[in-house]
């Protein structure tokens, strides 16, 4: 069991740049691949992108050279940073972790990034 809090959504402009945390605790946290996925209005979730737990990254095609997924084990936190952001980013972010053990996935509740004028 683990729980995750997303962080550092808010509002940009197009072309600006975001970063947004997820603090996860309750469990051993290098034992789980961490997720990003979003949900944009009448949509259904994505993922955007993927980092195992031993570093390896994937990423949606729609994001991919935009948008960075990194962890710190040191500190129990995954972070994406999102550069060059565009109005069709606009979601809400939610980020996620794979036990690599049990496959049992974890979620945390979401934080809202908007970008426009």
């Known amino acids: 069991q683990v729980q995750l809090v997303e962080s550092g959504g808010g509002l940009v402009q197009p072309g600006g740049a975001l970063r947004l945390s997820c603090a996860a605790s309750?469990?051993?946290?290098?034992?789980?691949?961490m997720g990003w996925h979003r949900q944009g209005p009448g949509q259904g979730r994505n993922l955007v992108g993927r980092i195992t737990a031993t570093g390896r990254t994937t990423y949606a095609d729609a994001v991919k050279g935009r948008f960075t997924v990194s962890r710190d084990n040191a500190k129990n936190t995954a972070y994406l940073q999102m550069d060059r952001l565009k109005p069709e980013d606009t979601a809400v972010y939610y980020c996620s972790a794979l036990s690599i053990f049990t496959l049992d996935e974890y979620w945390g509740q979401g934080t809202q990034v908007t970008v426009s004028s």
């Open positions: 309750g469990s051993n946290f290098s034992h789980y691949a």
